[in-house]
């Protein structure tokens, strides 16, 4: 059994952050809330993301697997107010989820969790750590977007650096230590990633100020942010790109 109600913001959060890589999630149900993790079709990024049951108005769950259309999730909130509370109820009997906004209810189909993957989240551990304001971020990604499709991020003991670079033309985005909140490097560290992957990972944070990268010499990245006013986390892995000699 699962039932909740969600304010539209929350729930939209949730939908935006895992459409940047899938359109159908697992959705693991347990009397603490709910998981969903995700990897895109090429294997390229991976996502964790999970919601406490204090992000929700009431929040009613028993250990189930859920899956879902995650278009059919948005054409539903599409219908919704700013923070009008949604009713969710699942009938597993029906396999069916009904969603409720106001007077309007809409039942649709689950996908059969079954026949979705269960992806093995991998040990990424990167020594290299930095915490800063997400809209930096932001700036150094539209700045590089007509640049080129890749960028490499790079920390040392003085600050961080995004960096990319085409045929003509380069956009550097450089923090020193004293505008970041946290920094823990002993040594310089780089590694370059694909820009469209990064740039959609990071537009799809809508409400946290800050993010938490973590990377390595040529390592995957980890993006770590929070959701639902924190009562919310997630985490992106974003394999490396190999740098040309």
Not at 21 to 27: G, R, Y
Not at 167 to 193: A, W
């Amino acid at each position: 059994m699962f039932r909740a109600r969600v304010r539209m913001e929350v729930l939209r959060e949730l939908v935006g952050v895992v459409s940047t890589l899938v359109p159908e999630v697992k959705i693991v149900i347990s009397p603490e809330g709910l998981e969903a993790k995700a990897v895109d079709p090429s294997h390229v990024a991976m996502l964790v993301v999970r919601l406490k049951k204090e992000a929700f108005e009431e929040f009613n769950g028993e250990p189930t697997e859920i899956g879902l259309d995650l278009e059919k999730v948005r054409e539903v909130l599409q219908l919704a107010r700013p923070g009008e509370v949604l009713e969710i109820n699942y009938d597993a009997p029906k396999s069916r989820l009904v969603v409720s906004v106001g007077k309007l209810s809409r039942s649709m189909s689950v996908v059969d969790p079954q026949g979705m993957s269960d992806p093995k989240v991998p040990s990424v551990n990167p020594t290299a750590k930095v915490s800063l304001r997400i809209e930096d971020l932001r700036q150094g990604i539209r700045g590089s977007e007509s640049i080129s499709d890749h960028v490499t991020l790079s920390l040392d003991p003085e600050g961080f650096a995004l960096h990319s670079e085409g045929e003509n033309d380069r956009v550097d985005l450089r923090l020193p230590k004293d505008s970041l909140l946290n920094l823990e490097t002993s040594e310089p560290t780089r590694s370059m990633y694909p820009l469209d992957f990064f740039s959609n990972m990071v537009k799809s944070i809508v409400t946290a100020e800050t993010v938490n990268l973590a990377l390595g010499n040529q390592y995957p990245l980890k993006l770590d942010f929070t959701l639902a006013s924190g009562n919310g986390d997630g985490e992106f892995l974003l394999a490396p790109r190999v740098e040309e000699d």
